[in-house]
């Protein structure tokens, strides 16, 4: 079964969101992790799992969204933890990309949200961009374990984050003709490869610059087959095996 372990479907987003789902029930997808990025869309991810039976919700505060976050904000996750559909913490992370100036503040609020992982015992979705040491930093003196979302670093940083037993989020980037991703995902043994589409973002070649969905994600699947030189199938059942490993379902 196909597996997306990452996506925002946002019904602001999508025109008919609930025609989008009804084809994913039609798809090889069998299973939906939608993520929320505050307090808004956390909710939001919930409610989607609770309409659909394939879907499951992860919660937390992106690292763009931690600036007005309140002391009182972080009472949500005592609602959001003891929903039996919310699997994980997440998106949560680090992003220096745009937001390097407000750098003490996301490390902040990324290692309180660690914490709350820790003391719920539940896996954490991280958010990374142009902050892989930090992040490393932080998680190596943690007891969590998760998956680096959309994952498009070096080898060196996917086997720092392996041997922490993270597994790594691979998207429609794999399909893109510059991007190194590939030659690193080659060398990176299928039990540490989930995949995910990232929705609305990141849509797969060929097409790229369109809205993306989880309808999109046996192109990125072809993509790793064709790159580890296995069929489709073992991709299908070898990412659906770690993701299952990873979340507890029931």
């Given at each position: ?72 904000d ?20 680090l ?24 003391a ?45 037993g ?34 609305p ?34 991709i ?15």
């Open positions: 079964m196909l597996i997306d372990i990452h996506c925002h479907l946002d019904e602001h987003e999508y025109k008919d969101l609930d025609k989008l789902m009804e084809e994913i029930l039609d798809s090889e997808v069998k299973m939906v992790i939608v993520s929320g990025s505050d307090i808004k869309s956390s909710n939001e991810a919930i409610e989607l799992a609770h309409k659909y039976d394939f879907v499951y919700a992860t919660v937390g505060f992106h690292p763009h969204n931690c600036m007005n976050l309140k002391e009182r972080y009472q949500m996750f005592d609602k959001w933890l003891t929903d039996k559909k919310v699997i994980a913490i997440g998106e949560i992370g992003d220096y990309y745009y937001d390097e100036e407000v750098k003490d503040k996301q490390i902040e609020v990324f290692k309180r949200q660690i914490e709350i992982a820790e719920y015992q539940r896996p954490v979705i991280i958010h990374e961009r142009n902050a892989s040491e930090d992040i490393y930093d932080i998680l190596k003196n943690c007891n969590v374990k998760g998956i680096i979302h959309c994952f498009n670093g070096s080898l060196e940083s996917a086997n720092k984050f392996i041997d922490l993270f597994l790594l989020g691979i998207g429609g980037i794999i399909t893109f003709k510059k991007n190194n991703l590939k030659e690193v995902v080659k060398d990176i043994p299928l039990d540490y490869l989930v995949l995910e589409t990232d929705s973002y990141l849509t797969p070649v060929p097409f790229r610059g369109k809205q993306n969905t989880p309808l999109n994600l046996p192109l990125v699947a072809s993509a790793m087959a064709l790159i580890k030189e296995v069929t489709y199938s073992e299908v059942s070898r990412t659906a095996n770690n993701v299952k490993h990873l979340f507890d379902f029931n």
